[in-house]
C-alpha cells in the first residue's frame, strides 16, 4: 500500500484528494499538512512513500518544504510530486534542484494524479518532455554567477554520458532503448549505474545533473 501525505492550504482540495487516494485500492493518507512546516514535521511522523506538495503555502512555501524533506538522509524514502495551479515555468528550477520528482497540476485527470503518484512511489521521476525543456530553458535565463557549479562525471563511461544526455532531453528508458538499439533492460542498468556513480535520489536528478554539465542545452 502506497502511503500519500497530502499538503495543501485549502481543506477542500486536501479533502477531495485524501478520497480520491484512499478510493485507489493501492494508496492511502496518512497524514494532512496545512503549511510547509506542518509538511516537514508529518514526513517526519509519518515516513510517507510520496508527498503530494501544494508550491504556496503560509509559514513555509512547497519548494522549502521540499528541500528540507529531501536533505533529511532519515527520509530518503520519501518522494515529493509538486501540485500547482500555476505556470510551471516560475517553479521548475527550483523545485527539482530541490529534490522533487515530478510535476503535476491541480487539474490533472483523478486517473493520471493516482499514476503519478504510483510513478513516483516507485522511484521513477514524474518529468514529461515539455517539463525537461522548460526546465533548460530556465537554466539557460540564469545570470552565470549564479549558476550552481557544475557536477563532475568522473567514473561515468560514454555510454553512460549518452544515455545521461537522453534522459536530460526528457526521454523514456523505452525510448532510450529504441533509440539506442538496445534492450530496456540493458537501458535500466545503466540508468541504474548512473543513478549510483552520481549520488543522485532519481531520475529528475539526473535531469539537473545533465544540464549542469552542458550534456543538454537549449535546443538539443
Known sequence: MIQVLIADDQALLRGSFRVLVDSSGDCRTVAEAATGVEAIRLAAECRPDVVLMDVRMPEMDGIEATRRICADPELAGVRVLILTTFGLDEYV???L???ASGFLLKDT????LLTG???VAGGDALLSPS???RLIAEFARLPQPDRPVPRRLDGVTEREREVLTLVGRGMSNTEIATHLGVSLATVKTHVGRI???LDARDRAQLVIVAYETGLVTVGT
Do not use: E, S
Not at 485527470?109 to 493520471?112: C, F, K, L, N
Open 93 to 95: 528550477y527550483g523545485a
Open 97 to 99: 534542484r530541490a529534490g
Open 109 to 112: 485527470p483523478p486517473a493520471d
Open 117 to 119: 503518484i504510483r510513478v
Open 131 to 133: 517539463v525537461t525543456h
Open 195 to 197: 543513478l549510483a556513480k
